[in-house]
């Protein structure tokens, strides 16, 4: 290796471009998701309250199960960046296949179990009587696209892992042009009301499967690999899924934790709050397309030998990290008067907002940490510490935000426990990151 290449402004840059070159169009994939749900709402919106209110409802389960299942994304990401790293493509493809049929099975038990059982998780919802039966079509039907919703993300972990991200943002962008097209199309043009719009987005998310599916077999005709389903290899992605599955349902029970919270606060403080987690979410957005880099490099290093490579893109991607979150904590702040209006005109909201938006913002930098970290140990196949470190993260917080009703504080000091609960994750992740324990080379874990 030359000078050059050794210097070390020359090797944050190279960094740099990765980084950028995979973050950049993750980023626009992660933000076309959940348009899909926006414009249904605003098509099927226009049909009547009972039918947006049974939209919600049933766009919340399926959101809620969809995302259980993130875990297949982030370990298909992790294991086929690892043998791109070791350079044997046609393992890498043929893992990532392993990935795809775990998530066919998958999606098939989830409709086995919510096409009978879809009154029943209506009505937990709370869902009202004239609400209950659109949420029940919705569901029903749309349920029927999860199975293609599950290998689009195992697919995308595929691709990930190949170190493409335009792939997935190009599919995304088409499969939101054809579901506002479909919904369109179906609701009004074909009169099928509610019905229409959850077959339109069930047809979008199985084109996007089906291109995917088009995308991976190429590759692995190309280089070799068998397509069809392994036992063992299906069972082995399980293993390697399941405790991110852990993490991922902790990760829920703190948002529903303070959700429920903020509902026993009052009613603008638990409006107040939706505005500002719809907030954090978009900015949990920019930061996760920084770990989705994280996740490809970090496993293509650690597949190729190079420790070394991994240790120095660890901290490069934890200064992007920090620095993002400064400059989203710093848009939160100065753009406070342009988005509060668009949210509510009640000023009731505006002031209990504007003290939880300061915390939120001086948060960020902490949260840049915690995404790029996750990234890196997701991408080094660490799922089992990350499982255990979200579980006492969990346990720190629950007890400190349900106190919040009783010691006062209001939804400041709910969103003072959020921020603990990121720092907690962040010593955590740091803690791992610094012993080097989760530095394992090789082409598997």
């Known amino acids: 290796m030359t000078q050059a290449l050794r210097d070390p402004k020359t090797v944050r840059r190279r960094h740099d471009r990765e980084i950028v ?8 994939a992660l933000v076309a998701e959940p348009l899909f749900v926006i414009v249904d709402s605003a098509i099927v919106g226009h049909l009547g309250t009972p039918q947006l209110a049974g939209l919600g409802v049933a766009a919340a389960l399926l959101m809620t199960a969809v995302s259980v299942f993130v875990f297949l994304a982030y370990a298909t990401t992790a294991a086929v960046a690892r043998r791109v790293g070791a350079g044997d493509l046609a393992s890498a493809i043929r893992q ?3 990935g795809i049929w775990l998530a066919l099975l998958l999606g098939v038990a989830v409709v086995a179990v919510t096409l009978p059982a879809a009154p029943w998780l209506i009505d937990i919802f709370g869902a009202s009587d004239t609400a209950a039966p659109y949420a029940i079509t919705y569901l029903r039907i749309s349920s029927l696209g999860i199975p293609a919703m599950l290998i689009v993300l195992a697919a995308t972990g595929v691709l990930r892992g190949l170190q493409d991200t335009r792939t997935p943002l190009y599919v995304a962008i088409g499969g939101f042009a054809a579901n506002a097209a479909l919904n369109v199309g179906l609701v009004y043009g074909a009169g099928l009301g509610i019905a229409g719009s959850a077959w339109g987005t069930v047809i979008a998310q199985c084109g996007m499967a089906v291109a995917y599916l088009i995308v991976v077999v190429r590759g692995a005709r190309k280089h070799g690999a068998s397509l069809r389903p392994d036992t063992a290899g299906i069972r082995a992605s399980a293993q390697a899924g399941a405790p991110l599955l852990v993490r991922t349902l902790s990760l829920r029970a703190v948002l529903l934790i ?48 190079d420790a070394d490579g991994a240790r120095q893109v ?9 620095a993002s979150g400064v400059v989203l904590g710093l848009l939160i702040v100065a753009a406070r008067p342009l ?26 930098p902490i949260a840049g940490v915690v995404f790029v970290l996750d990234g890196v140990l997701m991408g080094a196949g660490d799922g089992r510490y990350l499982a255990g470190a979200m579980l006492v993260t969990l346990a720190v917080f629950a007890p400190v935000a349900l106190l919040v009703p009783t010691l006062g504080g209001g939804l400041t000091a709910l969103w003072w426990a959020m921020t603990l609960m990121m720092a907690v994750r962040m010593l955590t992740l740091w803690h791992r990151t610094r012993s080097g324990r989760w530095i394992v080379t090789g082409a598997s874990r």
């Open 21 to 28: 070159s995979l973050a950049v169009p993750a980023f626009g």
């Open 96 to 98: 990532g296949m392993d």
């Open 258 to 305: 303070a959700t429920a919270v903020a509902a026993r606060l009052g009613d603008a403080e638990i409006a107040a709050h939706q505005i500002v987690l719809s907030l954090w979410s978009l900015m949990a957005f920019a930061l996760d397309a920084i770990a989705i880099a994280g996740q490809a490099i970090i496993g293509r290093y650690l597949g190729a030998g």
């Open 314 to 322: 660890c901290r490069r991607m934890v200064q992007w990290g920090i």
């Open 339 to 364: 988005f509060l209006p668009l949210f509510t005109g009640d000023s009731v909201v505006h002031d209990t907002l504007l003290p939880v938006l300061l915390v939120v913002a001086l948060s960020q």
